[in-house]
């Protein structure tokens, strides 16, 4: 049987296939099933988690999707994460292409103007010359605290407002991340990438390893040999060449993060509009020695023209972070953070998330 959530009203929203997949999901990533095993059929997990099969089959379908098993006609579903190496190798029948590709661009998925303004309006009359006050320097602490309860009913993220902080832009976050980790250490960064990423990077001083991107992520023997302590990744939909890391790579990333004085650097730009059964797997969540940080904005769910984002830190790093980059004012207008906050805790914003993702669906 699924296990028992009662006592856990969070666990207990979530559907049956998502509570399952992530049953799986464990036993494949902890060797219960290893490479090339044989899961057990829809009918017999159906059977098992006391579900329908077509929610046993939903698990097993999104389990194929995100890397951790493969499906082979008339002979059943197979785990394909291999975890034999010291750092976590992709399923084996991804190949690596003679040329990456392009991302395809994304089609119109700016917030609904009309629902914006409405906000805006609340948010004059609600707060009144409030707005005008300068912001504390982490952010407006009604946006932390949106953004906390959001990240943990969306991302299955978990942590406290005070681990938030709010910038202007992923740009300003980057320079921030630099002030808190140093110059001194080496950071590596996809290649290709964002150009701004390494600009940002170089502006600040800091010395860059360009690490080549393969068909789901950084090449493994390439970040085996690099003698980076700090990496920079986009693992969904890396721009400009569209890839996404499988399930495998991001178990890399984390292996490679297991060793001592490390820190990766998760930029989760636009994955919010993954067309995946699930939302994407972060690699904060993933994360088991404190040392992820997370990087997102609002510039394309909502508009490019919101320079607001945030950063997620480790309760780890919460003091560094104090010593070397707290004193920085927020620069993002008090108008904009509260706006942003009545956003999500109106649910209009998951709402729109939800109604791009169908339409990417549909497009398919």
């Not at 046993?56 to 291999?82: I, K, M, P």
């Not at 600040?204 to 991107?213: A, K, Q, T």
């Not at 830190?313 to 104090?322: A, H, T």
């Amino acid at each position: 049987m699924i296990p028992d959530t009662s006592s856990n009203p969070h666990e207990a929203r979530r559907p049956a296939y998502i509570q399952l997949y992530e049953r799986l999901k464990a036993q494949i990533i902890g060797d219960v099933y290893g490479p090339g095993q044989r899961l057990p059929s829809k009918r017999a997990l159906a059977d098992e988690a006391g579900v329908s099969v077509v929610t046993a089959q939903h698990a097993l379908d999104l389990l194929c999707q995100e890397g951790y098993a493969v499906a082979r006609e008339r002979s059943g579903v197979f785990a394909a994460l291999n975890t034999e190496s010291a750092l976590y190798a992709g399923p084996a029948h991804v190949a690596l292409p003679p040329a990456l590709p392009s991302a395809a661009p994304l089609p119109d998925v700016h917030f609904p103007m009309s629902v914006l303004a409405r906000h805006m309006r609340r948010t004059l009359s609600d707060y009144d010359e409030r707005i005008l006050r300068k912001a504390p320097n982490g952010g407006c602490p009604e946006l932390r605290a949106a953004l906390s309860a959001y990240l943990r009913r969306s991302r299955q993220i978990t942590v406290r407002p005070e681990q938030i902080m709010i910038g202007a832009g992923a740009e300003y976050l980057y320079g921030l991340i630099v002030t808190m980790l140093g110059r001194q250490r080496l950071y590596a960064v996809e290649q290709p990438s964002y150009p701004k990423i390494a600009r940002v990077y170089q502006a600040n001083g800091v010395r860059l390893e360009p690490l080549p991107l393969t068909a789901d992520g950084i090449s493994s023997a390439a970040l085996t040999a690099s003698a980076a302590t700090v990496l920079h990744v986009t693992p969904y939909r890396s721009f400009p060449s569209g890839i996404t890391a499988s399930a495998g790579k991001r178990l890399e990333y984390i292996a490679w993060a297991d060793a001592p004085d490390r820190t990766l650097i998760e930029d989760d730009y636009s994955s919010e509009f993954s067309v995946s059964g699930k939302p994407e797997d972060t690699l904060f969540a993933m994360q088991r020695k404190e040392n992820v940080i997370y990087v997102n904005t609002f510039s394309m769910t909502i508009a490019p023209a919101l320079r607001a984002g945030y950063m997620l830190l480790p309760e780890s790093l919460l003091p560094l972070y104090q010593e070397r980059a707290g004193f920085y004012a927020c620069a993002v207008p008090v108008f904009e953070q509260l706006v942003l906050a009545s956003l999500l805790d109106s649910g209009d914003f998951e709402r729109h998330i939800r109604r791009i993702r169908r339409k990417l669906r549909s497009e398919e």
